[in-house]
């Protein structure tokens, strides 16, 4: 039958549909990660401009002011180009979570060909078969009305 025939092709499907799943895990991670650089960052600014205001209600020195103030825009360069960084692993991400479905439906549309092959194989196999047992029978009828008539 033709599932036999297309046996190594679909298999080689799913190699390559599992080494793409694959490779859209460790972008998900990626992404996680870089989402939570992001979110460590942000906060991690929160916390010093907290901690900063609360040093700064007893007085600050202009110099110190100075590096406070260079310090949060340092943090806010950070965490632009952080938050870049996480919209591009999300972009990779979903490119290759549309790569590995993409080559999940080319397998499964690949088995479903082969299954309707199958199916129809057999019905071609059970329409022969019957064709076989009614030309047997017919015999087999004429026969016994040879034997009738003599």
């Keep these: 039958m033709m599932s036999h025939r297309f046996a190594m092709l679909i298999k080689i499907q799913q190699e390559r549909?599992?080494?793409?799943?694959?490779?859209?895990?460790?972008?998900?991670?990626?992404?996680?990660?870089?989402?939570?650089?992001?979110?460590?960052?942000?906060?991690?600014?929160?916390?010093?401009?907290?901690?900063?205001?609360?040093?700064?209600?007893?007085?600050?020195?202009?110099?110190?002011?100075?590096?406070f103030v260079n310090f949060i825009a340092k943090l806010d360069q950070a965490i632009a180009q952080q938050g870049r960084?996480?919209?591009?692993?999300?972009?990779?991400?979903?490119?290759?979570?549309?790569?590995?479905?993409?080559?999940?439906?080319?397998?499964?549309a690949l088995e479903l060909l082969v299954q309707r092959n199958d199916a129809a194989e057999l019905q071609k196999q059970l329409r022969l078969e019957q064709k076989n047992a009614d030309e047997y029978a017919s015999q087999q009828f004429m026969r016994q009305r040879a034997l009738v008539d003599v």
């Design 17 to 67: 549909e599992e080494k793409l799943q694959a490779l859209f895990v460790k972008a998900q991670q990626f992404y996680a990660q870089a989402e939570q650089k992001y979110q460590g960052l942000a906060n991690y600014r929160t916390d010093y401009i907290q901690q900063s205001q609360q040093q700064g209600s007893a007085g600050l020195q202009s110099r110190q002011y100075n590096q």
């Design 85 to 108: 960084a996480v919209q591009q692993a999300k972009a990779a991400a979903e490119q290759r979570k549309q790569s590995w479905l993409a080559m999940q439906q080319k397998r499964k």
